[in-house]
């Protein structure tokens, strides 16, 4: 049994307890918030015996093994490397980090301490996302692939009116490509690798905050397209581009049909049955890691969030997209 602590209370964090308790070796034993009174209504609501409001405590307990952390993006890396200097093992919502730099002394943190540190992007471990790989070479060599992620933000709403919440604010490490975006990204990386180049624009709101972007990505034999936006919604799939055919992903972040149509015009339905909790996916994985001693996904691995993570960094530096967080030795 793996004892979990979570820092953040909010509706990510209540789906991830849900998916979590489908697990055999999950139990939510603390719960973290700046606030006594939200931390135990929180564990009130989900069972957990121990509550903390200062980061430092909760590092010091002997009562949890690992740490679920779903704080905003510029607080991903001070509490993860709190944790983890005390032994403990971290799975960290995405975007990991703010920027390359942080999550470099994440990494080094994980290391010296020898624990367990994973990004929690939960698609690459979802069996649809291990159905395109397994049948990728079907459709040839490869030469475009399409992603469009537009979710029209709920909270954008606020913010026409005046209202600037987490989402918007740029002190938070916040935007859409680092919380839409990377959906397309990641997935690029885990299949394709590190790009040669990328071109970036993004459409910048009066916050500082991007409200939606679009990359262009060159690989040495095949191109990218990303759209993303939370200031609009789409409803065109993922399309891997082949020789022979094309792969459709009906949506990036939580693929659930998936199929291949080839040049004959002939189709292969490739979807795989998955729970409909989908973070059920990324805990296990998690978890098992964990068991067998592993202080490394082979999915979500160092390798693949540091490329990530450096082309969200030159997107943004093409979009003039400054966080507080770069501007930090």
């Not at 537009?150 to 005046?162: L, P």
């Amino acid at each position: 049994m793996i004892r979990f602590g979570i820092i953040g209370t909010n509706w990510i964090t209540e789906r991830f307890i849900k998916a979590a308790k489908e697990t055999e070796d999950f139990k939510l034993n603390a719960v973290y918030s700046r606030t006594e009174k939200r931390a135990k209504e929180f564990a009130d609501q989900y069972n957990a015996s121990h509550i903390y409001t200062d980061i430092n405590f909760m590092a010091k307990s002997s009562e949890i093994d690992a740490v679920y952390i779903a704080s905003p993006n510029s607080l991903h890396c001070e509490q993860a490397i709190t944790m983890m200097n005390h032994g403990k093992h971290v799975l960290c919502e995405k975007p990991i980090a703010s920027n390359t730099s942080e999550l470099k002394k994440m990494i080094t943190a994980a290391k010296e301490n020898n624990v367990l540190l994973m990004e929690a992007l939960k698609t690459t471990f979802l069996p649809n996302f291990t159905a395109v790989k397994d049948h990728l070479h079907k459709i040839g060599k490869v030469r475009r692939y399409f992603s469009s992620y537009c979710q029209y933000s709920s909270r954008y709403d606020a913010y026409k009116v005046g209202t600037v919440l987490n989402a918007f604010n740029p002190t938070f490490s916040n935007g859409s490509l680092m919380d839409i975006g990377i959906y397309c990204v990641y997935p690029m990386v885990v299949l394709f690798g590190k790009p040669q180049f990328i071109k970036a624009t993004g459409t910048m709101l009066e916050s500082g905050i991007d409200g939606q972007g679009s990359l262009l990505i060159q690989y040495e034999e095949m191109e990218a397209a990303v759209l993303y936006s939370k200031i609009s919604n789409s409803y065109l799939p993922t399309e891997i581009q082949g020789e022979n055919g094309s792969i459709l992903i009906d949506q990036i972040n939580t693929p659930e049909k998936v199929e291949i149509r080839y040049k004959d015009g002939s189709i292969e339905n490739i979807t795989i049955f998955q729970k409909q909790d989908s973070m059920y996916y990324e805990v296990k994985e998690f978890i098992e890691l964990i068991k067998n001693g592993k202080v490394e996904s082979p999915i979500n691995s160092y390798a693949h969030s540091l490329e990530v993570m450096e082309i969200l960094d030159e997107a943004r530096k093409q979009m003039n997209l400054v966080f507080p967080a770069d501007l930090v030795e």
